[in-house]
């Protein structure tokens, strides 16, 4: 069975998705969902001024109709496992020794050593006082693993870079999303790959043109222009209502019977 695939990316400086369905031969009962996604942070220059954009989490999100996932298939699931915890002790042992004098006698002889005159002289009233101190340091290895495309439910990965910081990269290098398998009965088969961004994870720093306005000087100012150009993203892709989310860019494989 062959797939066609349309890939949609209308700003690929800023967002750029692609799949890939290899073909299989007729004995095969499941088919790869091979994906490359980049997102990176991206000027656009519009008649007002220019709008620095970046993301710092994104949603891909796959749509199946015919078709369902092989179990066990998903890329990026965070299968959970027992936390093993590694402590390192060290032991610092400190001494400290305190001598004070208050006098000498000559004695007739001496154990450690002997004077031209065969006596020796011995501290009378001397004391030596020895202290010790112990610290106890815990040093803990916690070993964590980031992963940048992460499996959560309903047919979803989470894109999130490591740090939080902004999306910049090539997440995905046509790596197998997942496989597929068709639905007894079923005669249309197609997955949609959509890539959604919430606005509360999108970044815009805004640089008016000179002379146009002075600029936005009050928080509300600045959040109704991230909204309005929220919006502008997601209708320059989409056609839905805006609804707090921008798609950034679509790609449907469907099969050609």
């Known amino acids: 069975m062959a797939f066609r695939v349309k890939n949609y990316n ?3 400086d800023l967002a750029e998705l692609t799949t890939v369905v290899p073909a299989e031969d007729d ?3 499941s088919h790869q969902l091979n994906v490359e996604l980049r997102i990176h942070p991206h000027e656009i220059e519009d008649e007002v001024g220019t709008v620095m954009v970046s993301f710092t989490e994104a949603t891909l999100s796959l749509e199946l109709s015919g078709l369902s996932v092989v179990p066990k298939s998903k890329l990026g699931q965070p299968l959970v496992t027992p936390n093993v915890r590694k402590i390192t002790r060290e032991r610092v042992i400190t001494a400290a020794v305190d001598e004070t004098k208050e006098g000498r006698v000559a004695l007739g002889a001496t154990l450690n050593a002997v004077t031209p005159e065969g006596s020796a002289e011995l501290s009378r009233g001397s004391s030596t006082n020895v202290a010790q101190s112990t610290t106890v340091t815990d040093s803990e290895d916690i070993t964590s693993s980031h992963i940048p495309v992460k499996a959560i439910g309903n047919d979803n990965w989470l894109i ?5 910081g902004p999306l910049d990269g090539v997440f995905l290098e046509y790596d197998t999303l997942c496989e597929v398998t068709a639905t007894w009965g079923q005669n249309h088969l197609s997955m949609t790959s959509s890539l959604y961004v919430r606005q509360r994870h999108a970044k815009f720093d805004f640089t ?3 002379g146009l306005f002075s600029g936005l000087k009050s928080l509300n100012q600045r ?3 991230e909204i309005l150009i929220s919006k ?3 209708n320059a892709i989409s056609e839905a209502p805006f609804s707090g989310s921008i798609c950034l860019a679509e790609s449907e494989a469907s099969d050609e019977e």
């Not at 999130?160 to 939080?164: H, K, T, V, Y």
């Open 10 to 12: 209308p700003l690929p």
């Open 27 to 29: 004995t095969a009962t």
């Open 160 to 164: 999130r870079a490591d740090g939080g």
């Open 208 to 210: 008016p043109k000179p």
């Open 223 to 225: 959040r109704l222009m």
């Open 232 to 234: 502008s993203l997601h």
